[in-house]
Protein backbone atom coordinates (compact mmCIF):
# COMPACT_ATOMS: atom_id res chain seq x y z
CA UNK A 1 0.00 0.00 0.00
CA UNK A 2 1.83 3.19 -0.85
CA UNK A 3 -0.41 6.46 0.06
CA UNK A 4 0.19 10.00 -1.15
CA UNK A 5 -1.31 13.55 0.65
CA UNK A 6 -1.01 16.88 0.66
CA UNK A 7 -0.67 18.54 4.25
CA UNK A 8 -3.76 21.40 4.02
CA UNK A 9 -3.52 24.86 5.10
CA UNK A 10 -5.26 24.63 8.24
CA UNK A 11 -3.68 21.70 9.17
CA UNK A 12 -2.40 21.92 13.18
CA UNK A 13 1.58 22.35 13.17
CA UNK A 14 3.13 18.66 14.43
CA UNK A 15 6.09 17.15 14.07
CA UNK A 16 6.36 13.78 11.29
CA UNK A 17 6.48 11.69 14.70
CA UNK A 18 3.39 13.34 15.63
CA UNK A 19 1.54 12.85 12.41
CA UNK A 20 2.02 9.73 12.43
CA UNK A 21 1.65 8.29 16.35
CA UNK A 22 -1.22 10.75 17.65
CA UNK A 23 -3.00 11.64 14.50
CA UNK A 24 -2.38 8.83 12.21
CA UNK A 25 -2.71 6.32 14.98
CA UNK A 26 -0.41 4.35 13.36
CA UNK A 27 0.38 1.44 15.87
CA UNK A 28 4.27 1.74 17.17
CA UNK A 29 5.44 -1.51 15.35
CA UNK A 30 4.68 -0.34 12.06
CA UNK A 31 5.67 3.26 12.68
CA UNK A 32 9.14 1.10 13.88
CA UNK A 33 8.67 -0.63 10.35
CA UNK A 34 7.98 2.32 8.70
CA UNK A 35 11.09 4.33 10.50
CA UNK A 36 14.01 1.54 9.84
CA UNK A 37 12.80 1.20 6.21
CA UNK A 38 12.89 5.02 5.25
CA UNK A 39 9.47 4.27 3.76
CA UNK A 40 7.92 7.58 5.28
CA UNK A 41 8.92 10.40 2.49
CA UNK A 42 8.17 14.41 2.43
CA UNK A 43 8.12 16.23 -0.67
CA UNK A 44 9.81 12.69 -2.15
CA UNK A 45 12.85 12.59 0.59
CA UNK A 46 13.34 11.16 3.98
CA UNK A 47 13.46 13.22 6.87
CA UNK A 48 14.34 13.14 10.79
CA UNK A 49 10.63 12.41 12.61
CA UNK A 50 11.15 15.17 14.73
CA UNK A 51 11.08 17.97 11.53
CA UNK A 52 7.95 19.85 11.65
CA UNK A 53 5.40 18.98 8.50
CA UNK A 54 4.51 22.53 6.82
CA UNK A 55 1.49 23.49 4.71
CA UNK A 56 1.53 22.26 0.92
CA UNK A 57 4.04 19.06 2.18
CA UNK A 58 3.74 16.18 -0.09
CA UNK A 59 3.60 13.34 2.43
CA UNK A 60 4.19 9.73 0.98
CA UNK A 61 3.51 6.42 3.55
CA UNK A 62 4.85 2.71 2.06
CA UNK A 63 3.12 0.10 3.84
CA UNK A 64 4.62 -3.53 3.42
CA UNK A 65 2.05 -6.26 2.83
CA UNK A 66 2.93 -7.79 6.06
CA UNK A 67 2.11 -4.39 8.04
CA UNK A 68 -1.77 -4.65 7.80
CA UNK A 69 -2.29 -8.27 6.73
CA UNK A 70 -6.02 -8.69 4.65
CA UNK A 71 -8.48 -9.87 5.78
CA UNK A 72 -10.16 -12.44 3.22
CA UNK A 73 -14.15 -12.10 3.17
CA UNK A 74 -16.68 -14.25 1.44
CA UNK A 75 -17.35 -12.80 -2.19
CA UNK A 76 -20.82 -10.39 -2.38
CA UNK A 77 -22.52 -8.91 -4.99
CA UNK A 78 -21.20 -5.85 -5.94
CA UNK A 79 -24.23 -5.04 -8.46
CA UNK A 80 -26.37 -4.76 -5.05
CA UNK A 81 -23.81 -1.15 -3.92
CA UNK A 82 -25.49 1.77 -4.08
CA UNK A 83 -22.22 4.41 -4.08
CA UNK A 84 -22.82 7.62 -2.48
CA UNK A 85 -19.50 8.67 -2.41
CA UNK A 86 -15.59 7.11 -2.55
CA UNK A 87 -12.22 8.83 -2.35
CA UNK A 88 -8.92 6.73 -2.14
CA UNK A 89 -9.83 5.98 1.72
CA UNK A 90 -13.65 5.82 2.57
CA UNK A 91 -16.65 4.67 1.05
CA UNK A 92 -20.28 5.84 2.02
CA UNK A 93 -23.34 3.36 0.74
CA UNK A 94 -26.95 3.80 0.88
CA UNK A 95 -27.87 0.38 2.95
CA UNK A 96 -31.10 -1.37 1.75
CA UNK A 97 -33.88 -2.08 4.53
CA UNK A 98 -33.37 -5.95 5.51
CA UNK A 99 -29.93 -6.35 5.10
CA UNK A 100 -27.03 -6.66 7.94
CA UNK A 101 -24.23 -4.70 7.75
CA UNK A 102 -21.66 -7.07 8.38
CA UNK A 103 -21.92 -10.75 9.04
CA UNK A 104 -21.73 -12.73 12.70
CA UNK A 105 -20.99 -16.15 10.89
CA UNK A 106 -18.09 -16.43 8.86
CA UNK A 107 -19.86 -17.84 5.60
CA UNK A 108 -22.90 -15.39 6.24
CA UNK A 109 -22.99 -12.30 3.42
CA UNK A 110 -23.97 -9.13 4.33
CA UNK A 111 -23.23 -5.58 2.86
CA UNK A 112 -19.83 -5.58 3.96
CA UNK A 113 -19.07 -8.49 1.52
CA UNK A 114 -21.44 -6.77 -1.09
CA UNK A 115 -18.95 -3.38 -0.41
CA UNK A 116 -16.11 -5.02 -0.35
CA UNK A 117 -16.47 -7.15 -3.75
CA UNK A 118 -17.61 -3.61 -5.36
CA UNK A 119 -14.18 -1.80 -4.38
CA UNK A 120 -12.37 -5.03 -4.94
CA UNK A 121 -10.40 -4.88 -1.67
CA UNK A 122 -11.77 -5.87 1.95
CA UNK A 123 -13.33 -2.38 3.38
CA UNK A 124 -14.02 -2.11 7.29
CA UNK A 125 -16.89 -1.37 9.13
CA UNK A 126 -17.25 2.29 10.36
CA UNK A 127 -20.08 2.28 12.13
CA UNK A 128 -23.54 0.06 12.21
CA UNK A 129 -27.31 0.28 10.93
CA UNK A 130 -29.57 -2.41 12.08
CA UNK A 131 -31.03 -4.61 9.52
CA UNK A 132 -34.35 -3.30 9.05
CA UNK A 133 -32.83 0.03 9.15
CA UNK A 134 -31.95 1.60 5.42
CA UNK A 135 -29.91 4.72 4.73
CA UNK A 136 -25.97 6.12 4.43
CA UNK A 137 -23.12 3.82 6.08
CA UNK A 138 -19.41 4.81 6.45
CA UNK A 139 -17.20 2.01 5.46
CA UNK A 140 -13.00 2.25 5.97
CA UNK A 141 -11.17 0.98 2.54
CA UNK A 142 -8.11 0.30 4.38
CA UNK A 143 -6.87 -0.48 7.99
CA UNK A 144 -4.93 2.33 7.57
CA UNK A 145 -7.75 5.01 7.60
CA UNK A 146 -9.78 3.18 10.16
CA UNK A 147 -8.40 3.63 13.47
CA UNK A 148 -8.86 7.50 12.18
CA UNK A 149 -12.89 7.51 11.35
CA UNK A 150 -13.14 5.19 14.97
CA UNK A 151 -11.50 8.20 16.73
CA UNK A 152 -13.45 10.74 14.70
CA UNK A 153 -16.37 8.48 15.47
CA UNK A 154 -16.25 8.62 19.35
CA UNK A 155 -15.29 12.26 19.31
CA UNK A 156 -18.61 12.60 18.14
CA UNK A 157 -17.23 13.98 14.87
CA UNK A 158 -19.42 11.82 12.82
CA UNK A 159 -23.04 13.37 12.62
CA UNK A 160 -25.66 11.28 11.90
CA UNK A 161 -29.22 12.34 10.64
CA UNK A 162 -31.96 9.69 10.85
CA UNK A 163 -35.71 10.28 9.56
CA UNK A 164 -38.16 8.51 11.56
CA UNK A 165 -41.97 8.25 10.80
CA UNK A 166 -43.58 7.49 14.57
CA UNK A 167 -46.81 7.15 15.95
CA UNK A 168 -48.42 10.41 17.93
CA UNK A 169 -46.93 13.79 17.78
CA UNK A 170 -44.24 15.11 20.53
CA UNK A 171 -44.93 17.26 23.21
CA UNK A 172 -42.60 20.23 21.59
CA UNK A 173 -40.83 20.92 18.33
CA UNK A 174 -38.00 19.94 19.78
CA UNK A 175 -37.15 16.82 22.52
CA UNK A 176 -33.41 15.68 24.10
CA UNK A 177 -34.20 12.35 25.22
CA UNK A 178 -31.21 11.39 27.84
CA UNK A 179 -32.10 7.45 29.62
CA UNK A 180 -29.51 5.40 29.80
CA UNK A 181 -30.33 1.90 27.45
CA UNK A 182 -29.08 -1.56 28.61
CA UNK A 183 -30.05 -5.00 27.82
CA UNK A 184 -33.54 -6.77 27.78
CA UNK A 185 -32.64 -9.67 30.19
CA UNK A 186 -36.35 -11.15 29.08
CA UNK A 187 -35.18 -10.44 25.24
CA UNK A 188 -31.94 -11.16 24.06
CA UNK A 189 -32.81 -9.02 20.39
CA UNK A 190 -33.81 -5.50 22.68
CA UNK A 191 -32.70 -3.26 24.50
CA UNK A 192 -34.77 -1.30 26.84
CA UNK A 193 -33.97 2.26 29.05
CA UNK A 194 -32.80 1.29 32.48
CA UNK A 195 -31.77 4.05 34.87
CA UNK A 196 -29.65 2.21 37.11
CA UNK A 197 -27.74 -0.43 34.87
CA UNK A 198 -27.41 1.16 31.45
CA UNK A 199 -25.37 3.33 29.34
CA UNK A 200 -25.72 6.93 28.71
CA UNK A 201 -27.47 7.97 25.57
CA UNK A 202 -28.96 11.27 24.09
CA UNK A 203 -30.89 11.55 21.29
CA UNK A 204 -31.91 14.73 19.82
CA UNK A 205 -35.79 14.36 18.09
CA UNK A 206 -37.60 17.56 16.34
CA UNK A 207 -40.69 16.90 14.47
CA UNK A 208 -40.79 17.82 10.83
CA UNK A 209 -44.48 17.38 10.08
CA UNK A 210 -47.43 15.63 10.96
CA UNK A 211 -48.94 12.72 8.62
CA UNK A 212 -52.21 12.05 9.85
CA UNK A 213 -52.39 10.34 13.18
CA UNK A 214 -48.29 9.86 13.00
CA UNK A 215 -45.22 12.17 12.31
CA UNK A 216 -41.96 12.50 10.47
CA UNK A 217 -38.87 13.66 12.75
CA UNK A 218 -35.23 13.80 12.29
CA UNK A 219 -33.23 12.54 14.83
CA UNK A 220 -30.05 13.44 15.73
CA UNK A 221 -27.07 11.36 17.55
CA UNK A 222 -25.00 12.28 20.25
CA UNK A 223 -24.19 8.97 21.30
CA UNK A 224 -24.52 5.30 19.65
CA UNK A 225 -26.01 2.47 21.48
CA UNK A 226 -27.65 -0.28 19.67
CA UNK A 227 -31.44 0.22 19.28
CA UNK A 228 -31.27 3.63 20.56
CA UNK A 229 -33.65 5.82 18.73
CA UNK A 230 -35.98 2.95 18.47
CA UNK A 231 -35.96 2.52 22.61
CA UNK A 232 -36.01 6.04 23.19
CA UNK A 233 -38.60 6.71 21.03
CA UNK A 234 -40.52 3.67 21.78
CA UNK A 235 -40.00 4.47 25.86
CA UNK A 236 -41.96 7.71 25.47
CA UNK A 237 -44.89 6.97 23.85
CA UNK A 238 -43.79 7.61 20.42
CA UNK A 239 -42.42 4.19 19.02
CA UNK A 240 -41.26 4.03 15.40
CA UNK A 241 -43.80 3.04 12.42
CA UNK A 242 -43.17 -0.98 11.13
CA UNK A 243 -40.69 -1.14 14.10
CA UNK A 244 -40.25 -5.02 14.75
CA UNK A 245 -39.35 -5.44 17.90
CA UNK A 246 -40.58 -2.19 19.50
CA UNK A 247 -44.09 -1.56 17.23
CA UNK A 248 -44.75 -4.51 15.35
CA UNK A 249 -47.07 -4.43 12.69
CA UNK A 250 -47.36 -6.97 9.60
CA UNK A 251 -46.62 -5.65 5.94
CA UNK A 252 -44.57 -2.23 7.32
CA UNK A 253 -40.74 -1.72 6.84
CA UNK A 254 -39.26 -0.51 9.88
CA UNK A 255 -39.75 3.52 9.12
CA UNK A 256 -36.45 4.79 10.48
CA UNK A 257 -33.93 6.05 7.61
CA UNK A 258 -30.52 6.96 7.49
CA UNK A 259 -31.07 10.44 5.84
CA UNK A 260 -27.61 12.57 6.44
CA UNK A 261 -24.15 11.48 7.73
CA UNK A 262 -21.86 14.68 7.47
CA UNK A 263 -17.95 14.36 8.79
CA UNK A 264 -14.70 16.39 7.96
CA UNK A 265 -12.44 14.31 5.75
CA UNK A 266 -9.16 13.93 8.30
CA UNK A 267 -6.61 13.74 5.48
CA UNK A 268 -8.03 16.96 3.34
CA UNK A 269 -9.59 18.74 6.00
CA UNK A 270 -12.77 19.01 3.60
CA UNK A 271 -16.30 18.56 4.77
CA UNK A 272 -18.14 15.19 3.14
CA UNK A 273 -22.26 15.01 3.56
CA UNK A 274 -23.72 13.04 1.55
CA UNK A 275 -27.62 12.59 1.54
CA UNK A 276 -29.53 9.42 0.68
CA UNK A 277 -32.44 8.48 -1.12
CA UNK A 278 -35.11 5.78 -0.49
CA UNK A 279 -37.95 5.06 -2.17
CA UNK A 280 -39.67 2.47 0.25
CA UNK A 281 -39.18 5.07 2.93
CA UNK A 282 -40.88 7.77 1.07
CA UNK A 283 -43.72 5.13 -0.03
CA UNK A 284 -43.72 4.39 3.43
CA UNK A 285 -45.16 8.43 4.48
CA UNK A 286 -48.32 8.39 2.08
CA UNK A 287 -49.71 5.33 3.65
Known amino acids: MNYQFTIPHSFPQMTVKELLEDYFLIP ?8 TKKHVLVNGETINWQSPVQKGDQIQLIFDADDYPEKELPAGDPNLVEELYQDEHVIIVNKPEGMKTHAN ?10 VSSYVGSTCYVVHRLDKETSGAILFAKNPFILP ?11 QREYWALIQGSLAQKTIVYKDKIGR ?16 YAETQVTQLKKIGRN ?31 YNPARGERL ?4 HRLTFTNPLTLE ?6 PSKSFEEGLKN
Open 255 to 258: MLHA
Open 105 to 114: EPTEIALLNH
Open 184 to 199: DRHDRRKRLVDPRKGQ
Open 215 to 245: SLVKCQLKTGRTHQIRVHLSHHGHPIVGDPL
Open 271 to 276: TIQVEA
Open 28 to 35: RKIRHFLR
Open 148 to 158: ILNRILEDKNI
